[in-house]
């Protein structure tokens, strides 16, 4: 039976994609919605993304600093091994399994809720496609915002490591600096912008899609944004091997 759930849940995951990625029927109105998601998902999120990124910057910079301590290894790993975590891992897939649990479980319980109110059943109703109109804005919103909170993540972390060297004095701010210089590749923070929009594709319709199927009362909400969580989060980290084994 197992096997045959999954084969289900995945047709009607692409017979609802296919529903929500067809021609809209009036273009300003799902702009307006479009730019509504990019707030609600994308900048919200920004003050999240920014402190988690800030201590976990710092927190890599003290930990390779005080564990990783040799005569023969350069002054300057510290901060090439922090640069490396936060463009490689941390501001990409990390960060993503950390919006999954944000954003993935508001976009299911604000759908689930409204198919537990028959606000979907009225929209159809009316003639608009709901998965359209109210799927299509989130996913487009996320997928546009989430390589901007890459970059603040990135930002964010280095800061972490700087403020590590200027206020605890674990390394000096020069050797943090050639660290971050040294061998410095573009690709790796362009592959994770790559992956960071896969992630956001992922997290958007995988929530929509539990949030969508939602059958009963409040109860059901709730769990459909508790297994939105976790799909998201598996999904994320399967693809996460993929997509590196391919962009590496």
């Not at 091994?81 to 990409?92: A, D, G, H, K, N």
Request: proline share 3%.
């Amino acid at each position: 039976m197992f096997p045959f759930n999954y084969l289900q849940s995945l047709g009607q995951y692409l017979q609802l994609m296919g529903r929500t990625f067809s021609r809209p029927e009036r273009l300003r109105m799902y702009a307006k919605q479009y730019v509504h998601e990019m707030q609600k998902l994308g900048t919200d999120s920004i003050p999240i993304v920014l402190l988690i990124s800030f201590f976990i910057g710092a927190v890599i910079c003290i930990q390779i600093k005080l564990n990783i301590q040799s005569s023969w290894m350069p002054h300057w790993v510290s901060g090439y091994v922090t640069r490396e975590i936060m463009l490689l891992e941390f501001s990409s897939s990390i960060m993503c399994l950390i919006l999954s649990g944000k954003v993935g479980s508001n976009i299911a319980s604000e759908i689930g809720t409204m198919r537990v109110t028959q606000q979907l059943d009225a929209l159809e109703i009316m003639g608009v496609n709901p998965a359209a109109y109210i799927i299509l804005p989130k996913v487009c919103g996320l997928i546009t915002m989430m390589p901007f909170l890459v970059i603040f993540a990135t930002a964010s972390g280095i800061g972490g490591a700087y403020a590590t060297a200027y206020i605890m004095g674990i390394i000096t701010p020069a050797d943090l600096t050639e660290g971050l210089q040294h061998d410095f590749h573009q690709w790796f923070f362009w592959m994770g912008v790559v992956k960071s929009l896969f992630f956001a594709f992922i997290i958007a319709s995988v929530s929509s899609y539990y949030g969508y199927r939602v059958e009963g009362g409040s109860q059901e909400v709730g769990k459909a944004s508790t297994n939105a969580v976790v799909a998201c989060s598996m999904l994320i980290l399967f693809s996460d091997v993929f997509l590196t084994s391919i962009l590496s």
